[in-house]
């Protein structure tokens, strides 16, 4: 067993990913950490094709943390691809991949759900900043597969 450090989880998330894109013949381009809202560019070789990546990283869990800011700023171009990193090393990487703008919906309508609903000892909940991905609450068609994802971006 092999538990990393939140940013070390992180990078080898952003590297696991570029590492994807780059063995199927495509250009992938890690920004600085300072970029707001995209961790990796994607290029076909040609350059017509280019794509946005925000990688989302854990260790050991199916749940990710994200910021109000997900449910703007989307676009059919930008992909979130959420990684969990298994401690023990001997075991791949999960990935769980969705476009930007089904992600940005289906957040916005989860965090209206959650206020609605009633919370400790019946009380209303309070509004936060904070969201939370968990794919037991998206439809699997939402959710693509390395295979869907180059469909997807293969298409003419």
């Not at 943390?65 to 969990?84: D, R, T």
């Not at 990935?95 to 400790?120: C, F, M, T």
């Not at 969201?131 to 298409?155: A, G, H, S, V």
Request: with cysteine; aromatic share 12%; charged share 25%.
């Amino acid at each position: 067993m092999n538990k990393i450090t939140k940013q070390l989880c992180g990078i080898a998330g952003e590297y696991y990913v570029a590492a994807e894109f780059s063995r199927r013949g495509y250009l992938a381009a890690i920004t600085l950490r300072n970029s707001d809202g995209v961790d990796i560019l994607i290029s076909d070789i040609s350059g017509d094709k280019t794509f946005s990546i925000q990688v989302k990283t854990t260790q050991n869990k199916r749940k990710w943390i994200l910021s109000k800011k997900v449910e703007s700023g989307s676009s059919k171009n930008k992909f979130f691809v959420f990684v969990n990193i298994p401690e023990d090393v001997s075991l791949i990487p999960e990935y769980y991949i969705v476009n930007s703008v089904i992600l940005a919906d289906n957040i916005y309508q989860g965090h209206r759900r959650w206020l609605e609903a009633p919370g400790k000892n019946g009380k209303k909940r309070n509004d936060s900043t904070v969201r939370q991905f968990e794919p037991k609450y998206f439809d699997e068609n939402q959710i693509l597969d390395w295979n869907q994802l180059f469909e997807i971006i293969n298409t003419p």
